[in-house]
């Protein structure tokens, strides 16, 4: 299949990736091409940006949730020949699990992917020293990706200097540069919500950005770098025969609105995949869960910001209590594990009501409690097949009372295990984030447990 793509990517955090990805994913779209956007790791945050600003379809790829056989085919999925792909990496190029293994990295998923490399660098406080720096990622470069660079942070007098002498001495296309504008605040206003209100500022500044980029980058040669990525080989999928009908599908309630707004789409659609009609709700707005569901997936996001008002919609939180000790199949993943509790304690005290499925507390603790990649390993056989595991990643201040203790989680780096997740028959609850296409069981169990509840009823 012949996607034209490219990979914006940095050799360090804070470069302006998701600033000129944004720019370029704006330029696309007004030209009127299809173009889909992916962000490499498990960010939700410039994904839901993509899609809610921009207006623009994004999913996550990463090479240490999947292998590379199920990458290619995650990021060809529902995809057409002749389509406009951009990559967002994450970190450094080269910055993996850990740091320092090559999986995980934007330069693997590039590698996966076989797609050409944008390389933008901050070249604030710099001179001909951005020069070295390139060289050096070129020569790491064993692929042979990395086919054009942008400044980010330079004038346009020191551009037009540069720019022949990095090209005469790296061999490599200077695409262009981006100047310093301190009223152009992007990177940082996305990282947190999107509010209803700032949609519109938002919008605009991007706008801007992106006759700014249009102004002082080549981007006709951009899109020429992108048209000359390889096909790649899509693998031939057999469908199964059966077909299940609307009326025998259990419908699985998820939570989304401004508290619970973290999910893979990959996620979402391997449910819908396996056989689940989604049905969404919102626990701040609504006050009745959906009619006639036969399971609840409460995902991840910022409980913590609407605990008043989680806390004041009394009938939503009753209704989700007795569903899930009515044995409604659930699950739960850090924001949504936090509402199951009895109480949420913030930073000063203030202590709010939550949902109360289970009697402990949860509360701020100042610092980052767990973070990074986990695998998840279950110690009975009620989501997850004996001996397979699912990856995950944490990140999360919050802590509670009980953790649980019904799966082992391993550091895939350092080999260190502890206990955590709550599981039973019909919930699975914890803070990991789970990646459900790393080991599709997971969403089949889950699909089938909503089932099998649905039919209690028949």
Not at 331 to 336: F, I, L, P, R, S
Request: charged content about 25%; some cysteine.
């Amino acid at each position: 299949m012949k996607i034209n793509r490219f990979m914006i990517a940095a050799p360090k955090s804070g470069s302006g990736k998701t600033m000129i990805t944004c720019a370029l994913l704006q330029l696309l779209k007004d030209s009127g091409k299809n173009v889909l956007s992916y962000k490499c790791g498990p960010d939700y945050i410039d994904p839901m940006f993509h899609k809610k600003v921009l207006g623009v379809p994004s999913k996550n790829l990463d090479t240490f949730f999947t292998d590379e056989k199920t990458t290619v085919q995650l990021f060809l999925d529902e995809r057409a020949d002749g389509d406009f792909a951009v990559l967002e990496g994450v970190m450094g190029l080269y910055d993996g699990l850990g740091g320092i293994y090559e999986l995980g990295s934007s330069y693997h998923l590039a590698k996966v992917t076989q797609t050409p490399i944008i390389l933008v660098v901050d070249a604030k406080g710099m001179g001909r020293s951005v020069i070295p720096l390139i060289a050096g990622f070129l020569a790491y470069d064993k692929a042979h990706l990395i086919r054009g660079v942008i400044f980010n942070r330079m004038s346009a007098a020191y551009y037009e200097i540069l720019k022949p002498l990095a090209e005469d001495e790296l061999g490599i296309a200077v695409l262009g540069y981006f100047p310093e504008n301190k009223d152009l605040q992007i990177v940082s206003r996305h990282l947190g919500l999107c509010m209803p209100g700032e949609l519109e500022d938002l919008q605009g500044q991007i706008r801007m950005t992106a006759e700014r980029l249009r102004e002082t980058a080549d981007i006709s040669k951009l899109l020429q770098i992108a048209e000359e990525a390889e096909p790649l080989e899509e693998e031939t999928v057999v469908e199964d025969s059966v077909e299940t009908s609307e009326a025998m599908r259990p419908r699985i309630a998820v939570a989304r609105d401004e508290a619970f707004c973290f999910y893979y789409e990959e996620n979402l659609r391997l449910l819908e995949q396996t056989g689940a009609e989604l049905v969404y709700f919102s626990p701040l707005h609504d006050k009745a869960l959906p009619e006639n569901i036969h399971g609840m997936l409460l995902g991840g996001g910022y409980p913590e910001l609407y605990a008043g008002q989680l806390s004041e919609n009394n009938a939503m939180r009753k209704a989700i209590r007795a569903a899930v000790i009515g044995g409604l199949p659930t699950v739960a993943e850090c924001g949504g594990f936090l509402y199951l509790h009895t109480s949420l304690t913030d930073r000063e005290g203030h202590s709010c009501l939550m949902a109360g499925v289970l009697p402990e507390k949860c509360f701020d603790t100042g610092s980052l409690v767990r973070f990074g990649y986990i695998e998840l390993e279950e110690n009975s056989e009620y989501f997850l097949p004996r001996g397979s595991r699912i990856r995950a990643h944490e990140f999360h201040y919050y802590d509670s009372e009980d953790n649980g203790v019904d799966c082992t989680a391993t550091k895939p780096t350092i080999g260190r295990k502890y206990p955590c997740i709550h599981v039973g028959e019909n919930h699975w609850y914890g803070f990991p984030h789970l990646y459900y296409p790393s080991c599709p069981e997971f969403a089949e169990q889950f699909v089938e447990k909503a089932a099998q509840y649905k039919n209690r009823f028949k």
